[in-house]
């Protein structure tokens, strides 16, 4: 039974705050969400019943700025899941210097056995049912794990029809035609993509020729692969929910992304074989990319890792247990808060972009996040080596100290 994610997260939490010098009582205030919000909505269905759905918002920290925060649809979504992720991404907005602060949101459903009506009505009323906490200035939701600009779109729009005018800060990763941003869908990957670059380079390990494995091969895995490929690494096997390919010769990763646009999958993709996940997690390679979900390596699979660098794609593919036998193994871990952390600080771009009605162009933004992710990623690493401390809890430790720092200047009302 894989670990519970809430409790991951306490637990890496309570190892770097150790090396923080804060109050006890700032310190539990920390590992403690502000806000639940849990709803119960109606939705009515293609065939005229009605389905009671179950939903959450959380907030985890406002001490940097309103909270901030993707949107899942997933069977399995659990409110412990929701914290943690909440509380990840207080810490992935203070790794990159973002001024906002953690949120998470979910519905207990599976997108892909409802049809484009009933999705909508489910986005629209749990939008509604949340609107309580959402705006501009407080909590800007965005797309997360069965969730895309179409749910956005629909979110901004029942938020606007509300207060009788358009409001395109109210989310991100929003169309382009209605306040999106330029360079959004790639962003995540493009972190990771960024992000491995300079694990490379601090391993001494040329890209080019560069052996890389993505599990997952959707919004964050496919960037990743085009974008690392073109710098000359080679792809060598890719996963999705239904199987894998692989080739050790290197997969065309353009070709395959339209392959499997088509087909739903990845899995029947020529010229290259088929590889079960479990396999694929346990190949020969330099850079590992888990892009699926959490708890993907674990004590039990962590001993036949093979790959040299860890590029966290995904929140929390890695268990504790497994954190601690990849480290002993010398394996570089480019730990999620900052791995991941394109999206977010894309997210903020279009932000500031919707709150100036005043949009940049492409190459700028990929520019200020290129910069962003290398100054988190360089921070990282010095405090890894000023505390001789793993990446994981050096990341966590400039997180804590961050929002720590906010808290006590701001002081505890009233």
């Known amino acids: 039974m894989a670990e519970n994610a809430y409790a991951t997260a306490h637990r890496q939490f309570d190892k770097a705050v150790r090396y923080v010098n804060i109050k006890t ?23 005229g019943s009605v389905r009671v759905f179950t939903g ?4 985890h920290n406002t001490a940097l700025g309103p909270t901030k925060g993707g949107i899942r649809y997933h069977p399995d979504v659990s409110l412990d899941d929701v914290r943690a992720l909440a509380m990840w991404m207080t810490w992935k907005c203070a790794v990159v210097g973002l001024p906002y602060g953690g949120a998470k949101g979910g519905v207990i459903c599976d997108p892909k056995a409802l049809s484009v009506r009933e999705l909508e009505n489910l986005t629209r009323r749990y939008a509604t049912e949340i609107s309580v906490l959402m705006s501009p200035q407080g909590d800007i939701p965005a797309p997360d794990v069965g969730t895309g600009e179409r749910e956005m779109a629909w979110i901004m729009d029942t938020y606007s029809m509300h207060r009788g005018y358009s409001v395109p800060a109210v989310v991100t990763g929003k169309p382009l035609a209605i306040g999106g941003s330029l360079g959004r869908s790639e962003a995540t990957g493009r972190g990771v993509m960024v992000t491995t670059l300079e694990a490379l380079k601090r391993k001494n390990m040329a890209i080019e020729g560069t ?9 964050v895995g496919a960037p990743a692969a085009f974008l690392i490929e073109e710098r000359g690494a080679k792809v060598i096997a890719v996963s999705d929910a239904r199987g894998g390919v692989y080739n050790s010769h290197g997969l065309n990763t353009r070709n395959l992304l339209a392959y499997a646009s088509a087909q739903g999958t990845v899995v029947g993709y020529k010229p290259a074989e088929p590889i079960a996940n479990a396999e694929l997690l346990e190949l020969e390679c330099d850079v590992l990319m888990p892009c699926a979900l959490e708890n993907q390596i674990t004590a039990t699979n962590a001993p036949r890792v093979r790959a040299k660098i860890v590029a966290e794609g995904a929140n929390g593919p890695l268990t504790p247990e497994a954190d601690e036998l990849l480290t002993d193994q010398g394996v570089f871990i480019i730990p999620d808060i900052l791995c991941n952390a394109g999206g977010v600080t894309v997210s903020y771009f279009e932000w500031v972009q919707d709150l100036q009605s005043f949009f940049w162009g492409e190459d700028e933004i990929n520019e200020r996040l290129r910069q962003i992710m290398v100054r988190g990623f360089n921070q990282i690493l010095r405090i890894a080596h000023e505390q001789k401390v793993d990446t994981r809890t050096a990341a966590q430790i400039l997180a804590i100290q961050r929002v720590a720092e906010a808290v006590m200047l701001r002081g505890i009302y009233p």
């Open 25 to 47: 009582g700032i310190a539990e205030y920390l590992r403690t969400p502000k806000r639940e919000l849990s709803v119960n909505f109606p939705v009515e269905m293609d065939d």
């Open 56 to 59: 959450y918002r959380v907030h």
């Open 211 to 219: 052996r890389v494995v993505i599990q997952g091969f959707g919004k």
